[in-house]
């Protein structure tokens, strides 16, 4: 018998799992795509580290039900490397983002966003 490691989302699974539960708000479900010491830059003055930091900075805003993301493009770049251009909507305004997701053993090491 041998023991059979499950195989890594691929990245554009990985950012889509992210993305869905962005948008179902599942606060837990948002957290168990990114690794324990994850990047997130561009959201907040400073990055954000860790889950933990992550878990603070998400939780009220999925508080917020008016609040969601649509991905209109995603470009892969190997096989790890993904790039999405995004639309945040907050009470029905939407903000352009481009977001970057470096994803590692199928899970988001670092992201970045850049809004229009």
């Keep these: 018998m041998t023991d059979a490691v499950p195989k890594a ?8 799992a992210q993305l869905d539960a962005f948008n179902a708000h599942d606060l837990d479900a948002f957290i168990a795509t990114y690794a324990p010491d994850a990047v997130i830059t561009g ?3 400073e990055p ?3 889950a933990e930091a992550i ?13 969601s993301c649509v991905i209109d493009n995603t470009v892969l770049f190997g096989s790890r490397w993904v ?5 945040v909507i907050n009470a029905g305004v939407a ?4 977001a970057t997701f470096d994803v ?13």
């Design 9 to 16: 989302r691929s990245a554009l699974d990985t950012v889509q």
């Design 43 to 45: 959201v907040a003055p």
């Design 48 to 50: 954000i580290v860790g």
């Design 55 to 67: 878990r603070a900075f998400y939780e009220p805003r999925l508080q917020n039900p008016e609040l």
């Design 83 to 87: 790039v999405a251009q995004e639309q």
């Design 95 to 98: 903000t352009e983002t481009i």
């Design 104 to 116: 590692v053993d199928g899970l988001i090491s670092r992201a970045s966003m850049l809004k229009a």
